[in-house]
């Protein structure tokens, strides 16, 4: 499996200098490249290639393998562009945003990331330092901090490319590290999670993480993004932009621990992991208008995403189980009716009179039906 190491670079005021340069010519230099191809129709890497290597090396100052990456650069964004459109992310292709991005050429940040392979950045591990290649020559010793996890994983398994990014004033390398995955055990059972925005994630077991205070941290943000918005200052933009990390970073540490502890769990109890397939929830449902922020912004799927990451390189067994019914149905009788949760934290069947808290009951159906799919998916093919 792919995994990715940040690693944080510290840089002198003369080797940070020459870094933020190679960034800006870069990005000049995939912009100029991405026109090209837009007023051509140039999306294949040999053609765009062609047509640009030389300006990029005599009108940008880049060196051979830099030009090499720029093209491979715009290339990928076009094709990710591409994927976006099949995909329906952008919209119908009659929406604005769906004409806006086929209307005009990419365009790349001057602080964009960008990807340098082993000919461009070479790691010394045992001094903690890398170098760098940049408008300005070759720049050697400047030093990166990381953990020893990290150190040890970089020198195992990195391989690939590396991208260089500036964020926040800070400097940080990317690197693309190939892990082997680990043999899946055999579960003994499975933990059911049910996720939702009163509780981000509930277990089969009956653990609860509460989502009450990242509820409140995004009321609160969002009080604080309207008074920015209502100023329509450039100040309060670059701050309501400041204040949307700090908000992503948080979910995604509280989402972190979350799948964290559930997944150390089920390694040590020998236990495989599933969760609902919840993919196009926000097509399935209708809500009021003051509900649809809370759901836009519920993290759910990236939680799924990190239990199932950490479980594939735990060798834990993830599945994902058909969401249908799972907070209305009975895990003793069966019997599946609206009426058997009256209320949102409550559960309580109205043939067998099985009682408990909605979210865990939903959490119990989930790891039965893990159970069922599991014997199927490790039954043996039919002999022909």
């Known amino acids: 499996m792919k995994v990715v190491v940040q690693i944080k670079l510290l840089p002198t005021p003369e080797q940070a200098s020459a870094l933020v340069t190679t960034l800006r010519a870069c990005n000049r230099a995939a912009t100029h490249a991405s026109t090209v191809a837009f007023a051509n129709d140039l999306k294949d890497r040999n053609g765009l ?6 300006d990029l090396k005599a009108a940008f100052g880049l060196s051979a393998q830099p030009a090499v990456r720029v093209v491979k650069k715009v290339v990928d964004a076009y094709t990710t562009l591409k994927a976006n459109l099949q995909a329906g992310n952008l919209g119908a292709s009659t929406s604005k945003r769906y004409r806006r991005a086929i209307g005009s050429p990419i365009s790349f940040r001057p602080e964009a990331a960008q990807p340098f392979d082993d000919r461009c950045l070479s790691w010394q591990y045992d001094a903690r330092t890398v170098s760098i290649w940049t408008v300005d020559g070759r720049m050697k010793g400047i030093r990166f901090a990381c953990s020893p996890d990290q150190l040890k994983t970089l020198v195992t398994y990195r391989k690939g490319e590396s991208d260089l990014v500036q964020r926040g004033g800070k400097w940080f390398l990317i690197a693309t590290c190939d892990i082997p995955d680990p043999q899946v055990y055999e579960p003994v059972d499975f933990i059911g999670v049910d996720r939702g925005i009163v509780n981000l994630a509930t277990t089969s ?27 329509q200052t450039r100040s309060a933009t670059r701050r309501l932009a400041r204040r949307a990390q700090k908000e992503k970073r948080h979910a995604t540490h509280v989402n972190h621990r979350i799948s964290k502890e559930i997944v150390s769990v089920a390694q040590r109890t020998g236990r495989g992991i599933a969760v609902e397939e919840l993919g196009g929830i926000r097509e399935r449902v209708r809500l009021r208008r003051d509900q649809r922020g809370t759901l836009s912004s519920w993290p759910f799927h990236q939680l799924g995403q990190h239990l199932a990451y950490k479980a594939r390189k735990a060798g834990v067994p993830f599945l994902e189980v058909d969401a249908a019914h799972t907070s209305q149905r009975c895990p ?35 790891r039965d039906r893990a159970r069922s799919a599991w014997v199927f998916v490790t039954a043996p093919a039919p002999s022909p």
């Open 332 to 366: 003793r009788c069966g019997h599946t009716e609206r009426a058997n949760r009256p209320a949102r934290d409550h559960f309580r069947c109205r043939r067998s009179g099985l009682a408990g808290p909605a979210d865990v009951v939903a959490g119990v159906n989930v």
């Open 205 to 231: 077991d009956g653990s609860n993480y509460q989502g009450r205070r990242l509820s409140r941290y995004r009321r609160w943000q969002a009080r604080k993004r309207a008074e920015l918005q209502a100023r």
């Open 49 to 54: 290639h062609k047509a640009v290597y030389t």
